[in-house]
């Protein structure tokens, strides 16, 4: 066991590493600068802006300043749009509101996609099973984008039912959370049902399950405690990166419902050209996803008692 996490971990350092090198170097590859908009400053100023945050340096200098000071905790400050402010202090702050409207959005889509996925699989070839493909690949095939301006056209405004409030605002309690939440676990509640009758499907064609009913055992007990716990190991691999870009912000969603979280904040940076900021939000979201992927290997030995960490999963 021990030998695991500390090849997990090796690989983990790795791939930040590979990451905030590849982000940084992509980002001051494209043209265009923190300071430059409708009242551009003078070249002294940005002569004077470039030397106080380093950025008349050489690029592969820089990088090796930004690593080093990553090493002591320091992400950089903001340069441009909360000026001067700490990038930790700024993720500390915005992450909790992503997080909130991701975990309730991650929440539906399981509680509604398994079961589902349990339904289309038991009905195949029915008319329930079909109903379910038909909106499942509907819902996949829907940018979250299009299906939060179907939700703002239909259930807010004056000129639709006016049913939620077009804005987030916690301030309205329940209402506010409807719309992103609904918009944000469409497509992860329509794959995780797909992937639940797939997986459920080939479960159900195993011997043991053959077995099962043999005996005598009731549907609902042979669907939800012997195929299921099998069926979840594609799934919970599915959830594992999901769990961690809904948590962190549906980009589009946040911006479309001007939700104050991370997601729309990273795409006002890179809008701006916060360079710290884009910096730090990449590297948070990557170590996120390491991190999900390491809960996802625990999963796997609690759905299926017979994988072995200490061989890597295998």
């Not at 400053?41 to 380093?54: C, D, F, I, V």
Request: hydrophobic share 50%; charged share 15%.
């Amino acid at each position: 066991m021990g030998k695991y996490f500390a090849k997990r971990l090796g690989m983990a350092i790795l791939t930040i590493f590979l990451v905030a090198c590849l982000t940084f170097l992509l980002m001051n590859a494209v043209p265009g600068s923190p300071w430059l908009s409708e009242k551009t400053p003078s070249e002294t100023t940005l002569a004077a802006l470039n030397a106080k945050y380093g950025l008349d340096k050489p690029v592969y200098v820089q990088l090796f300043m930004y690593l080093k000071n990553i090493l002591h905790g320091d992400f950089g400050v903001s340069l441009k749009m909360q000026k001067n402010r700490a990038v930790l202090d700024i993720i500390v702050d915005m992450f909790p509101v992503s997080a909130k409207v991701g975990a309730l959005a991650l929440a539906w889509a399981i509680l509604v996609g398994v079961p589902l996925g349990c339904l289309a699989a038991f009905k195949r070839g029915k008319l329930t099973d079909s109903i379910l493909r038909v909106i499942c690949t509907l819902g996949i095939s829907m940018p979250s984008f299009v299906v939060a301006s179907v939700l703002l056209v239909t259930l807010t405004g004056n000129n639709a039912l006016n049913l939620f409030p077009s804005i987030f605002d916690p301030s309205q309690g329940w209402r506010a959370y409807v719309l992103p939440c609904f918009a944000l676990g469409f497509y992860p509640m329509c794959y995780t049902a797909r992937q639940t009758r797939s997986a459920m499907l080939d479960s159900l064609s195993q011997e043991y399950i053959k077995t099962a009913r043999a005996k005598g055992l009731k549907n609902k007990k042979i669907i939800f405690k012997h195929a299921l716990r099998n069926a979840l190991i594609p799934v919970i691999t599915y959830l594992g990166p999901q769990v961690a870009f809904t948590l962190c912000g549906g980009f589009v969603v946040e911006s479309v419902f001007s939700i104050p979280g991370l997601g729309r904040y990273f795409v006002q940076s890179i809008q701006n050209r916060d360079y710290p900021v884009i910096m730090g939000t990449t590297i948070f979201l990557a170590a996120f996803i390491i991190l999900m992927n390491l809960v996802v290997d625990f999963l796997y030995k609690v759905a299926d008692p017979r994988i072995s960490l200490a061989k890597g999963g295998e």
